[in-house]
């Protein structure tokens, strides 16, 4: 009767958030009775509008592609940052539609949307104008050049600012062809987060079920055995995806069904497979036949240890994208921490960070109620810092893993900040999972690597397009030529395994 009730109440559990799914859960023991009513009641709030749900996450994209308020990016774009009031709630009967579905070409300069007339003026002020004649290499080669000029012309046809004159874009309308429909695409999809219509494919699946396993093969497949709802139009996917690459880009390489396969037709090397094997053997546990009574007590493992570092928009996502996470390896119990001097960047008003204690020593802000399984932690300070202190000593390669989104390692405005950081990280000998906005910036990445740490690591896996990126395109408000997608390409490495040799006697 057990099973038939937990197995009845799992598709229900699908339909609603974490925070709920937990309630659920524990009112359900009396019967199934009990855990449908409270789910349909649960439901019901949702619909009207709940305090943790997930309708209103365009907002949240509001911050993401707003670039001008951002730092820089170690890649040379300019940092988003989400903000608690990106995420609150309200009632969506309440929300205006502003643009209709096919309304959405504006030009930046003349959009109804005051936020993205903003950003127009802001390319104004910094971009400059593309064009040759502006070129420093014109002047060492004895031809006169322009003085460098910022753009102030919009192509008619993507509407944004392109060139600092019609004549100069005109000039150069052929290169400029090369992007101007990804261009066009990124005005329209951000006029659409701005629409005011209702976004159904921010509302995310729930707990996996058990006899039903997941397709990592690519997007679609991945959305579908993971029973989201259907998503019908190539916007609403570009959409869903620019949140949901952070941790599935993580679970698409440490799962036991992911879509990196052993070299020579993959990319996974030998020692790649020695590294994901190890967490895999605890992401993926046996079952132990234990339960929740007092005689089916087990021996539990510690919780797999994700550090993020230089954490930055990927720490500020809404919790139930992370949760995800959980529902593909609900087995295990993770702590992702968070590390990095944005970290907490715009988001004083959720979390004041607390201050540094004897038993807090980095100020570490935690939240140990995001999921049953999951603990998040997020610490505003260096790695390499935190590090040398022992704070996180030991780490296990079964139990540990890093991660960096886009850290620029090669990149001239933030190389230095990882000098100190990546040795460390070698020491440690668990693998590291790197990915980068585009094919230029992932290569700069290794580039650097194999300089500063040659002979001192191995290649986990081969440089190349990430399966889980995100389908969006992002813009460069510092230059409108430099469009890249978020987690584009993945690599991976760890620091070299010495054998143990034995001198033979004499």
Avoid at 149 to 158: A, G, L, N, R, S
Avoid at 418 to 436: D, R
Avoid at 483 to 496: E, L, Q
Wanted: with cysteine; charged share 20%; hydrophobic share 30%.
């Amino acid at each position: 009767m057990v099973f038939s009730t937990e197995r009845a109440v799992r598709p229900a559990l699908s339909r609603i958030c974490a925070q709920c799914a937990t309630v659920v859960s524990r009112r359900s023991s009396p019967g199934l009775g009990s855990a449908v009513q409270t789910t349909r009641q649960l439901q019901q709030r949702r619909e009207k509008g709940s305090l943790h749900g997930l309708r209103n996450g365009p907002r949240a994209f509001q911050q993401l592609t707003s670039r001008p308020s951002g730092k820089r990016l170690s890649s040379g774009q300019a940092q988003p940052s989400f903000t608690a009031s990106s995420f609150s709630s309200s009632d969506p009967s309440k929300q205006k539609q502003v643009l209709a579905s096919d309304d959405l070409f504006h030009s930046f300069t003349n959009s109804p949307i005051p936020e993205i007339r903003q950003r127009a003026a802001f390319i104004r002020r910094h971009a400059p104008c593309p064009h040759p004649s502006h070129s420093t290499g014109l002047a060492a080669s004895g031809t006169e050049s322009l003085p460098p000029q910022h753009v102030d012309f919009e192509c008619p046809d993507c509407g944004i600012p392109v060139y600092c004159s019609k004549e100069h874009w005109a000039d150069d309308y052929e290169a400029h062809l090369q992007i101007c429909d990804t261009l066009r695409q990124i005005n329209e999809d951000d006029h659409d987060l701005r629409s005011g219509r209702a976004f159904p494919e921010f509302d995310y699946a729930g707990p996996q079920i058990e006899e039903s396993l997941v397709n990592m093969t690519n997007w679609d497949t991945f959305l579908y055995t993971r029973n989201f709802n259907a998503i019908n139009s190539d916007r609403s996917m570009r959409q869903a995806t620019r949140l949901l690459t952070y941790p599935v880009t993580i679970a698409s390489v440490l799962h036991e069904l992911s879509p990196y396969s052993l070299q020579p037709k993959g990319r996974l090397t030998v020692e790649g497979l020695k590294s994901f094997t190890a967490l895999r053997y605890t992401l993926h546990p046996p079952k132990s036949g234990g339960n929740g009574d007092v005689k089916g007590l087990r021996p539990e493992a510690p919780p797999v240890r994700l550090f993020i570092l230089g954490a930055r928009a990927e720490s500020s996502l809404p919790r139930d994208v992370w949760v995800q996470l959980a529902h593909l390896f609900p087995d295990t119990k993770f702590h992702l921490i968070f590390i990095g001097p944005e970290s907490m960047t715009n988001r004083d008003d959720e979390f004041p960070l607390p201050p540094r204690t004897a038993t807090n020593p980095f100020g570490a802000v935690v939240e140990d109620r995001v999921w049953p399984t999951m603990k998040i932690s997020t610490i505003v300070d260096y790695y390499h810092t935190i590090h040398k202190t022992g704070y996180f000593y030991p780490y296990d390669p079964y139990f540990d893993c890093f991660v960096l989104f886009h850290p620029g390692l090669g990149h001239p405005a933030s190389s230095h900040e990882w000098e100190e950081t990546i040795p460390l990280l070698l020491e440690t000998k668990a693998p590291i999972l790197v990915t980068g906005y585009t094919q230029e910036d992932m290569q700069r990445d290794i580039d650097w690597v194999n300089k500063s740490c040659a002979g001192e690591f191995d290649m986990l896996m081969e440089p190349g397009e990430n399966a889980f990126r995100s389908l969006r395109w992002d813009l460069n408000d510092m230059d409108p030529q430099d469009i890249s997608a978020g987690n584009w390409g993945v690599w991976s490495f760890r620091g070299k395994r010495y054998e143990a040799t034995y001198k033979g006697e004499e």
